[in-house]
């Protein structure tokens, strides 16, 4: 258990829906960060959160959104769903800006039918 | 933008031996940091070793360590003696050293066959 919980592990919904995936950060981190792994696009970074905000933005499309909240819970929001969009969702923490590295938690697969 | 190649898409070695995964980045930057994360068949993302760009010397973790060639800009992976659990996925990944930019930059992975 590397301290960093992602739920659900699965989920599988029809194009065009809307889900939630949630992270909670291993205690004492204040940074959250999200990545998608596809098959054809490999590690995306996503976004960004340190203590709250937003501090940086990738490769994220309009129709996924993000945020932390005060408890420094993290959810990735993603809508309008395509079948592109299945793929294995990371969330990963750190105490600071990741000098040493991330802590991941074990992903949310999302399959869109 | 930073970049990073792992040229080898696959690689096996017999269980005990030596093998090394190789991995460049394309960066303008002069300190950084660099990793190798492990992705066993489980999913989970581990880290493996980190290189500190301002450090000459090179890393190692127990069986682990890289051979980090600056002015090449190389970070190859070095496993000893390796085992039938080092069977996974291997990541190379860049970050900047510059807070605005604090994502990891990943390469596309090099999958690890250990043949017993």
């Known amino acids: 258990d590397s301290g960093v919980t992602q739920t659900p592990k699965h989920l599988i919904t029809a194009t065009g829906q809307r889900v939630t995936l949630r992270c909670s950060p291993r205690s004492g981190d204040l940074s959250v960060y999200w990545y998608q792994q596809s098959l054809d696009q490999g590690l995306q970074f996503l976004i960004h959160y340190y203590n709250g905000e937003e501090r940086a933005k990738g490769n994220i499309l309009e129709r996924f959104s993000a945020q932390q909240f005060p408890d420094l819970h993290s959810e990735l929001n993603l809508s309008s769903l395509e079948l592109g969009d299945s793929a294995l969702y990371f969330c990963?923490?750190?105490?600071?800006?990741?000098?040493?590295?991330?802590?991941f938690g074990s992903g949310t697969r999302l399959t869109v039918v | 933008a930073q970049t990073v190649t792992q040229s080898q898409p696959e690689m096996s070695v017999q269980e005990a031996e030596t093998v090394t995964l190789s991995c460049t980045y394309d960066?303008?930057?002069?300190?950084?940091?660099l990793f190798w994360y492990k992705q066993p068949p489980s999913r989970q993302m581990i880290l493996v070793i980190r290189q500190e760009a301002y450090k000459q010397q090179n890393a190692t973790e127990n069986r682990f360590s890289v051979n980090f060639q600056k002015a090449a800009k190389s970070f190859s992976l070095k496993i000893s003696d390796s085992q039938l659990g080092d069977a996974a996925m291997y990541f190379c990944?860049?970050?900047?050293?510059?807070?605005?930019?604090?994502?990891?930059?990943f390469g596309q992975g090099t999958r690890l066959t250990i043949n017993p």
């Open positions: 960066t303008s930057e002069s300190d950084y940091y």
């Open positions: 990963a923490s750190s105490v600071g800006g990741g000098h040493y590295g991330y802590t």
């Open positions: 990944a860049y970050r900047s050293l510059w807070e605005g930019a604090q994502k990891l930059v």
